[in-house]
T-cell receptor
């Protein structure tokens, strides 16, 4: 099956710093989403972005489908951004998502 | 927005007993529901996909008789862990999708199962 690797695995930032999270995938996808899992386990959808660039407040994402990667940018990070960020991809006609390995982010004061 | 309710949020059960976890879509009809398992500090692993009124499709390596999935209506899916053992302890998360488009995956808040 498709492999989805994320980097870095762990990241510690001071409040106000910017960061870039990367998601590499091993095959063509027709669905790519970024999620944030808060410390209590709840997953929140951040972006649906199989290609192109989107922005939502301090977050933005870019997917270059032809090169099989996606980037999530977090600017002016806040302590509430802490948690785990996952990308998840879908292929073909199947509706299921395969989750990446995740990036654990800790934002400190 | 779309809301998925999952309960219980935490359950402790004795080895050998069965536990049922419910996943409900509150304000939309879920054509497809998914069940994931997450070990501590690990990613989500898809266990099975279920469509209303039909049998679930299990991922390779997932025991069908151990993890019973029922998707009896467009708003309710249940996962029953049968004859639970300590190695079944984990965080279980459901997800529901409305329609067939690429968007619209809504996740429940998860169930932490501890088998003692």
């Amino acid at each position: 099956g498709i492999q989805v690797e994320q980097s870095p695995p762990d990241l510690i930032l001071q409040e106000g710093a910017n960061s870039t999270l990367r998601c590499n995938f091993s095959d063509s996808v027709n669905n790519l989403q970024w999620f944030h899992q808060n410390p209590w386990g709840q997953l929140i959808n951040l972006f649906y972005i199989p290609s192109g660039t989107k922005q939502n407040g301090r977050l933005s994402a870019t997917t270059v489908a032809t090169e099989r990667y996606s980037l999530l940018y977090i600017s002016s990070s806040q302590t509430t951004d802490s948690g785990v960020y996952f990308c998840a991809v879908g292929t073909g006609t199947a509706s299921k998502l395969t989750f990446g390995t995740g990036t654990r982010l800790q934002v400190t004061l | 927005g779309a809301v998925v309710s999952q309960h219980p949020s935490r359950v402790i059960c004795k080895s050998g007993t069965s536990v049922k976890i419910e996943c409900r879509s509150l304000d939309f009809q879920a054509t497809t529901m998914f069940w994931y398992r997450q070990f501590p500090k690990k990613s989500l692993m898809l266990m099975a996909t279920s469509n209303e009124g039909s049998k679930a499709t299990y991922e390779q390596g997932v025991e069908k008789d151990k993890f019973l999935i029922n998707h009896a209506s467009l708003t309710l899916s249940t996962l029953t862990v049968t004859s639970a053992h300590p190695e079944d302890s984990s965080f279980y998360i459901c997800s529901a999708r409305e329609g067939t488009g690429g968007r619209g995956y809504t996740f429940g808040s998860g169930t932490r199962l501890t088998v003692v």
